[in-house]
């Protein structure tokens, strides 16, 4: 959890400073603000599975450890990009080199991370492990970006390049003697084949309910703005908020009770929330929706979590957790961009209800994990 909090909080503060960095510091236009904010997204996708297979293979430990080295050098890039800020060209190949490098620390580290947690720990806590290290991942974004956008507003990007060097570098130095339990023998590994076949459904299910957190992540503020409602901030707190104590408290039902079964209720209780958003008329009937939202969200992803690596071998979980994040970034880059045509065709309330409807479906994905999965066996 510190080692997906420390990778989050560099990732987080990077945010909101690259596009005013790269726009103003180096006076390029919106395009390549676009490029080099999306490198480490691309390079997050693309490495994934990758991650998974080094998880199984050497440990989740290992893992992530050489995530946290990665991130260091991705703020010795940044640093080293503005040496060349009298250079632009150079300063922005630099820059996007270095948001690549961060992307591929990304994955390495959260893949990592709940390979490292799932090995610690007895099957039965699985659903526990995914829930809390998705909480560190959550709490960091949360408070990260206003502290990345202090440090920029005080001490430039340089700040920005220094926090993303030195703070992967004190967790790494720190994790180099936590326990690390020995990947499986290799006779045990299922198929690239089995694994997918095992962590599709979970991973189609995961990323549909992902759309909702994409329209509170992306327009909950527009939203807002739009309706002249203040503080415009107040429903992705809501949402984060709620979110987090929830995994706190009930983060081991999907353990006890079943994932699929718990991702069933709780979907339903999320897509509530975005209704709740999209037909709203105040302020707090709209924070009442993220804050439903946010509880909903909460079990869906780490219920069907659960699915996906009960799917597969315990020599596999790596991959299994690689596959089953990629449906969610892939989610993430179609949603937001889907749900902004549809606000710019009608309004940003119908975002919210479309979303809705496309969360509901994760209740076919969750049913047939539940229910008929057992039928057949």
Same mark, same amino acid.
């Given at each position: ?18 596009? =005013? ?25 693309? +490495? ?30 940044? =640093? ?18 270095? !948001? ?19 090995? *610690? ?15 560190? *991942? ?26 993303? @060097? ?52 992306? &327009? ?20 984060? $908020? ?13 353990? @006890? ?35 439903? +939202? ?22 596999? !979980? ?8 990629? &449906?969610?970034?892939?989610? *993430? ?18 975002? &919210? ?10 209740? $076919? ?7 008929? *999965?057992? !039928?057949? !066996?």
């Amino acid at each position: 959890m510190a080692a997906v909090l420390a990778g989050f909080v560099v990732i987080g503060a990077a945010l909101p400073v690259l596009p =005013l960095h790269v726009n103003q510091d180096l006076g390029f236009g919106t395009l390549v603000v676009g490029l080099v904010a999306g490198a480490q997204f691309a390079a997050s996708v693309a +490495t994934r599975i990758w991650s998974g297979s080094y998880s199984d293979a050497h440990g989740g430990k290992r893992s992530v450890l050489l995530g946290l080295v990665a991130a260091v050098a991705a703020g010795l890039l940044y =640093l080293l990009s503005l040496v060349f800020a009298h250079s632009p060209i150079i300063s922005i190949v630099i820059l996007l080199i270095g !948001r690549a490098v961060l992307g591929g620390a990304e994955s390495f580290i959260i893949t990592g991370g709940v390979s490292w947690g799932l090995a *610690m720990v007895d099957s039965s806590h699985a659903g526990k492990v995914i829930a809390w290290v998705g909480t560190a *991942m959550f709490a960091a974004l949360a408070f990260s970006g206003p502290l990345g956008a202090m440090l920029f507003a005080a001490h430039g990007f340089a700040a920005i390049g220094l926090i993303t @060097t030195l703070l992967p570098l004190l967790l790494l130095l720190l994790l180099l003697r936590a326990p690390n339990p020995p990947p499986g023998p290799a006779r045990t590994k299922s198929t690239f084949r089995d694994v997918i076949g095992a962590v599709w459904l979970p991973g189609l299910g995961a990323a549909l309910s992902s759309i909702g957190y994409c329209a509170i992540l992306a &327009f909950s503020s527009l939203l807002y703005a739009d309706h002249g409602w203040r503080p415009v901030w107040l429903a992705f707190t809501a949402f984060g $908020a709620t979110l987090i104590v929830a995994r706190l408290i009930f983060g081991h039902l999907p353990d @006890t009770l079943g994932g699929a079964k718990i991702a069933l209720l709780f979907v339903l209780v999320q897509s509530a929330g975005l209704i709740l958003m999209g037909i709203a008329s105040n302020s707090i009937t709209a924070s009442t929706g993220a804050a439903l +939202t946010g509880l909903g969200y909460s079990l869906v992803y780490p219920g069907l979590g659960v699915e996906a690596v009960h799917g597969t071998s315990a020599e596999n !979980r790596g991959l299994a957790m690689g596959i089953y994040t990629a &449906f969610l970034d892939v989610a *993430m880059a179609l949603g937001s961009p889907t749900l902004g045509w549809i606000a710019d065709r009608h309004s940003l309330n119908a975002a &919210f209800l479309v979303s809705a409807v496309v969360t509901l479906c994760t209740t $076919a994905a969750a049913l047939h994990l539940a229910y008929g *999965m057992q !039928r057949g !066996r």
